[in-house]
């Protein structure tokens, strides 16, 4: 058996190596910003405003974060989001799984009608008003509900998926399903889902990360802090200047409140980045796949 060797022109080669040019620089575009408000959240925040931090911290302070875990409303909103999170992403796939499924179908009669359908909401909505009093009205205002059932599917993903399906799953599948007695419903839990391991990945970490940063709709659906998540007290801490919850001396001068709330600055971006971080590995290898196969056809 003969094994062959494809030889690369001298263009083939320049073309990689400006690839590898290309993606190192964007790789240091993306690195330098998060590798730098590392460094800051750990630096004495005198440096970090002078200028003289770079990727390593200077002036090793954890001061920062021990003001910003004192807070006990950050463990609320932990707790909330974590909760907001899981429920909500779990609704997300459900819905969006089970409205990608009949649109894959070939033999269903109405799927061109639901798209054209599904479509025109993504670019037309009743606006926010009318949002609120529907949320109001049925009962939902200053419950988690409220965060998570107006935004249960996401259109754009579900177009995602079902052109995934269409992808990957062959007709003839669902025939030789029928044949053998087994209706849509079995066909969707025995056979789609299993086979839908890399987009699932995709849309829980697109949903996840939605529910996560998500901070608008509480600041208008909840009134009751309990039920704050944890983006909307990072919010007061770093847009409303509330910062005075955390901290350890009222009678500090404001010089020594501005360096403090420097640092907080920094600390509550890695505090609620770093759960979202940790998530992505764990989703990465079909977190490609599915988004290759995903956008293969619109």
């Given at each position: ?19 590898y040019i290309l993606i190192a620089i964007l790789v240091l575009i993306i690195l330098y910003p998060l590798l730098y408000i590392v460094s800051a959240s750990f630096s004495d925040p005198k ?101 998570i059932l107006p935004t249960a599917i996401n259109v754009y993903n579900m177009i995602v998926a079902r052109t995934f399906l269409e992808s990957t799953i062959d007709e003839q599948i669902y ?93 509550v971006i890695i505090v609620s980045s770093i759960p979202v971080l940790m998530l992505y590995p764990f989703l990465q290898k079909y977190f490609v796949k599915g988004m290759m196969i995903g956008?293969?056809?619109?």
């Amino acid at each position: 058996m003969h094994s062959y060797k494809i030889r690369e022109s001298s263009s083939d080669r320049m073309f990689m190596f400006i690839t590898y040019i290309l993606i190192a620089i964007l790789v240091l575009i993306i690195l330098y910003p998060l590798l730098y408000i590392v460094s800051a959240s750990f630096s004495d925040p005198k440096l970090v405003i002078s200028g003289k931090i770079g990727l390593i911290p200077k002036g090793f302070n954890i001061e920062a974060y021990q003001r910003v875990f004192a807070n006990p409303e950050i463990w609320i909103g932990y707790r909330n989001t974590i909760l907001y999170t899981i429920v909500g992403t779990f609704f997300n796939i459900a819905l969006t799984m089970m409205g990608a499924y009949p649109l894959a179908r070939k033999d269903f009669p109405w799927r061109r009608l639901c798209m054209i359908f599904f479509t025109i909401t993504m670019f037309f909505s009743g606006g926010l008003v009318p949002m609120y009093l529907l949320v109001k009205n049925l009962g939902l205002y200053n419950s988690m509900w409220a965060l998570i059932l107006p935004t249960a599917i996401n259109v754009y993903n579900m177009i995602v998926a079902r052109t995934f399906l269409e992808s990957t799953i062959d007709e003839q599948i669902y025939e030789s399903a029928h044949i053998d007695g087994c209706g849509n419903i079995r066909a969707f839990f025995a056979i789609v889902l299993p086979l839908s391991a890399p987009i699932i990945a995709v849309l829980v970490l697109f949903y996840a990360v939605f529910h996560w940063n998500s901070y608008f709709e509480a600041m208008i659906y909840l009134k009751d802090r309990s039920l704050y998540p944890l983006q909307l007290f990072l919010r007061e801490i770093l847009v409303m200047n509330q910062s005075d919850n955390i901290m350890m001396d009222s009678i500090e001068m404001d010089t020594s409140k501005f360096l403090i709330a420097e640092g907080v600055k920094y600390a509550v971006i890695i505090v609620s980045s770093i759960p979202v971080l940790m998530l992505y590995p764990f989703l990465q290898k079909y977190f490609v796949k599915g988004m290759m196969i995903g956008a293969l056809k619109g």
